[in-house]
C-alpha cells in the first residue's frame, strides 16, 4: 500500500497555502510533517484526507484495502479537535466511533486500557483532563481498523509517559502494514519515520 499526493495546491479562501507539493508515504513507514506556525501542515492533512477540497493535485491510494471506495474510508484522522460529546460517556463516545466506522478491532474496553485509563469508561468525556480526553480520542484510532492514520498534532497535552504509549500505537501500527502521517512539533517517539519539513516557498515534496 502507498499514498501518494501528487502537485497538491491549496488556498484558504483567497490565500495560497502551498503549491506543487508531492509526497509519497508506504506501508510501514510514518511520514512526520514539520514546519513553523501556519506553513500549512493542518490544511495539507485535511486537503489529503478528503476534508477540504484542493484547488489542484490528486491524492491516490496505491493497493490499499478493497473495501475503502475513497481515500476517507480507508484512514482514521483525528485533528485538533477530539470528535468526542462531553455529555457521553467515554464508553458511549467510543462505541458510537465503533459503529460509525465499522471494521471493529478493538473492543472499547481493550481500547481504553490500551491508552491507560480503563477506568474512566463510566464517567462523562467532559470530566477528563485535557491529556486523558486526548488519550481517549487515541483510542478512537483502536476501535476499528483503518489502514491509514492522519494525525495533526496528536501528542500536544500529552505527559511523557503517554507520549511513549503513542509511540508504541504507531509502531504497532505500522507492523501491521498500515501507514501515518503526521503533523506535529514535538519530536515523536516512532523508530521508522522520516520528516517532511515545510519551509516558506512553495514548493515542495517528499
Ligand atoms: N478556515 C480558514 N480560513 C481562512 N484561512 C485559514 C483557515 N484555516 C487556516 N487558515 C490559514 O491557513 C494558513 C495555514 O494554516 P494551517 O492551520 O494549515 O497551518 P499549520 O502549519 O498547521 O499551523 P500550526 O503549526 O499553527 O498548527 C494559516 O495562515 C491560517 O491562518
Not at 508531492?22 to 506501508?27: D, F, G, R
Not at 477540504?52 to 490528486?58: C, E, F, H, V
Not at 463516545?93 to 459503529?99: D, H, I, K
Request: proline share 4%; charged share 20%.
Amino acid at each position: 500500500m502507498r499514498l501518494i499526493a501528487e502537485r497538491l495546491t491549496a488556498s484558504r479562501g483567497s490565500e495560497p497555502i502551498f503549491a506543487d507539493l508531492s509526497l509519497t508515504v508506504e506501508a510501514g513507514e510514518a511520514l512526520i510533517v514539520t514546519g513553523p506556525n501556519g506553513i500549512g501542515k493542518s490544511t495539507l492533512l485535511k486537503v489529503i484526507a478528503g476534508l477540504l477540497k484542493a484547488d489542484s493535485g490528486i491524492v491516490t491510494l496505491d493497493g490499499g484495502p478493497q473495501e475503502a471506495e475513497t481515500l476517507a474510508e480507508a484512514c482514521h484522522y483525528l485533528g485538533h479537535r477530539n470528535g468526542m460529546k462531553r455529555e457521553l460517556t467515554v464508553a458511549e463516545n467510543l462505541g458510537f466511533w465503533q459503529r460509525f466506522m465499522a471494521a471493529p478491532a478493538l473492543g472499547v474496553e481493550e481500547a481504553a486500557d490500551a491508552v491507560g485509563l480503563a477506568t474512566v469508561l463510566s464517567l462523562p468525556y467532559g470530566y477528563l483532563s485535557a491529556g486523558q480526553q486526548r488519550r481517549i480520542a487515541m483510542a478512537r484510532l483502536l476501535v476499528s481498523h483503518r489502514p491509514i492514520w492522519i494525525l495533526d498534532e496528536p501528542t500536544a497535552a500529552l505527559d511523557v509517559a503517554s507520549e511513549a504509549r503513542f509511540g508504541g500505537m504507531v509502531e504497532a501500527h505500522l507492523r501491521t502494514g498500515g501507514l501515518a502521517l503526521i503533523a506535529t512539533h514535538q519530536p515523536l517517539a516512532i523508530s521508522t519515520q522520516r520528516e517532511f519539513a515545510m519551509t516558506p516557498g512553495l514548493t515542495v515534496s517528499a
